[in-house]
């Protein structure tokens, strides 16, 4: 059974840091592209960081430069961390990993961590 969960969120004040982890069981990460994503009520889901299986990092324009996503692969885990952290950061972040079989696509979600960003 595949398990993707994440942990690390909480209420910070504006310019705080926090880094979100995201542990996986069932899968080797390094074989799966793993995404990063957040939703703010009301709002549509934001892919906001991802890493490919072969380590390539795309950040989403709102969290350049403020945002690193990093894997460790003996940990089997996938870290988000955030610095400079704004209110509009505030949402549910969630974990994602994807790869491709073929025509299919394999994707696997974790359950959400909250952040929350005081002004």
């Known amino acids: 059974q595949v398990q993707l969960v994440e942990s690390g969120g909480g209420l910070v004040q504006a310019g705080g840091s926090l880094r979100l982890s995201c542990a996986a069981s069932?899968?080797?990460?390094?074989?799966?592209?793993t995404n990063w994503y957040r939703q703010a009520p009301g709002k549509q889901r934001e892919l906001v960081a991802n890493?490919?299986?072969?380590?390539?990092?795309n950040y989403g324009d709102s969290v350049k430069d403020r945002f690193t996503i990093s894997r460790d692969n003996a940990k089997n885990t996938v870290y988000l961390q955030m610095n400079s952290l704004k209110p509009e950061d505030t949402a549910v972040y969630y974990c994602?990993?994807?790869?491709?079989?073929?025509?299919?696509?394999?994707?696997?979600w974790g359950q959400g961590t909250q952040v929350t960003v005081s002004s």
């Open positions: 069932g899968i080797i990460f390094s074989a799966y592209a």
């Open positions: 994602n990993a994807l790869r491709r079989a073929g025509i299919r696509e394999i994707d696997y």
């Open positions: 890493i490919t299986s072969g380590g390539s990092i």
